[in-house]
């Protein structure tokens, strides 16, 4: 049996992934801030990366499979990821590295495809680019980048806030020339666990197949809550539409894993 180690399995991602994984796999996790759920169950260690070196806990646990889905300083966030590339060249493992769209928000003219270059205006998506380049240069079975649109679903964060923010009768802002996709968070784990078991190489854009303008999208979720006449901010960064999409193109999946706009607007408001 595989044995899996996720890093920040006590977030919001890393802890839907270890839900979907723990059933099929030896899987572990990490968490920083002490929970009781986390530090009373033996599958999940603490690990702090601005303190801790994070060779102990890989030389202890031996992991077949690392997925990094970390959050917080970058500059430890790099060297952590450094030290996992230096650990799976030594030991044959693998990383899969949750990315993000934001490695392309340079460029607005088009939709970015797995092989598309990276160039990046933010702080955020610059600090996702140094580590793609450094696995990139990896054996491909080494690694996989896993790059990912928006993540709505039930009770995400991203719905909680605009619930919050509807609820106080705050206006939403939204951006009308920006065209997105998006996706949800149980089909996330779904895809990377077949990524996983069939042992697939390289990069993926786990996006949605079809494309929409960020207010409309917007709309038909609040729509989809039950808000009638929410009020919204209108964002206008451009006087053109502009793209901040991951669309498959190389590494497709299935059929059956693949996600829709409506889809991810029905599974996130669903009663």
Same mark, same amino acid.
């Not at 890093?7 to 899987?27: M, P, Q, R, V, W």
């Given at each position: 049996?595989?044995?899996?180690?996720?890093? @920040?399995?006590?977030?919001?991602?890393?802890?839907?992934?270890?839900?979907?994984?723990?059933?099929?796999?030896?899987?572990?996790?990490?968490?920083?801030?002490?929970?009781?759920?986390?530090?009373?169950?033996? %599958?999940?260690?603490?690990?702090?990366?601005?303190?801790?070196?994070?060779?102990?806990?890989?030389?202890?646990?031996? !992991?077949?499979?690392?997925?990094?889905?970390?959050?917080?300083?970058?500059?430890? %966030?790099?060297?952590?990821?450094?030290?996992?590339?230096?650990?799976?060249?030594?030991?044959?493992?693998?990383?899969?590295?949750?990315?993000?769209?934001?490695?392309?928000?340079?460029?607005?003219?088009?939709?970015?495809?797995?092989?598309?270059?990276?160039?990046?205006?933010?702080?955020?998506?610059?600090?996702?680019?140094?580590?793609?380049?450094?696995?990139?240069?990896?054996?491909?079975?080494?690694?996989?980048?896993?790059?990912?649109?928006?993540?709505?679903?039930?009770?995400?964060?991203?719905?909680?806030?605009?619930?919050?923010?509807?609820?106080?009768?705050?206006?939403?802002?939204?951006? !009308?020339?920006?065209?997105?996709?998006?996706?949800?968070?149980?089909?996330?784990?779904?895809?990377?666990?077949?990524?996983?078991?069939?042992?697939? %190489?390289?990069?993926?854009?786990?996006?949605?197949?079809?494309?929409?303008? %960020?207010?409309?999208?917007?709309?038909?979720?609040?729509?989809?809550? @039950?808000?009638?006449?929410?009020?919204?901010?209108?964002?206008?960064?451009?006087?053109?539409?502009?793209?901040?999409?991951?669309? !498959?193109?190389?590494?497709?999946?299935?059929?059956?894993?693949?996600?829709?706009?409506?889809?991810?607007?029905?599974?996130?408001?669903?009663?």
């Amino acid at each position: 049996m595989k044995r899996i180690l996720i890093l @920040g399995a006590s977030g919001f991602i890393g802890n839907a992934l270890y839900k979907e994984l723990c059933s099929y796999f030896d899987t572990h996790g990490t968490y920083r801030t002490e929970n009781g759920s986390f530090s009373s169950n033996h %599958q999940f260690h603490h690990f702090d990366m601005e303190t801790e070196n994070i060779e102990i806990l890989l030389e202890n646990l031996k !992991p077949d499979v690392i997925i990094s889905s970390l959050r917080g300083n970058f500059d430890a %966030q790099v060297v952590t990821h450094f030290a996992i590339i230096n650990h799976i060249l030594r030991h044959n493992s693998k990383l899969i590295f949750i990315s993000s769209a934001n490695v392309f928000d340079a460029f607005t003219n088009y939709p970015s495809y797995e092989y598309d270059k990276t160039l990046s205006q933010s702080i955020y998506g610059r600090f996702k680019i140094k580590i793609e380049n450094a696995l990139l240069r990896l054996p491909n079975h080494q690694y996989n980048i896993v790059r990912l649109p928006m993540v709505f679903g039930k009770l995400t964060p991203r719905i909680k806030e605009i619930k919050t923010i509807l609820d106080l009768g705050e206006p939403l802002e939204v951006f !009308p020339n920006v065209v997105i996709n998006a996706t949800e968070i149980q089909k996330v784990t779904q895809q990377i666990h077949y990524i996983i078991n069939r042992n697939r %190489q390289g990069v993926f854009h786990l996006g949605s197949s079809d494309l929409i303008h %960020q207010k409309d999208f917007i709309e038909e979720i609040c729509e989809g809550l @039950g808000y009638q006449n929410p009020l919204f901010k209108n964002v206008y960064d451009s006087n053109y539409d502009r793209f901040l999409a991951v669309l !498959p193109k190389d590494n497709k999946l299935p059929k059956n894993l693949e996600i829709t706009i409506s889809q991810v607007v029905e599974a996130s408001t669903k009663k």
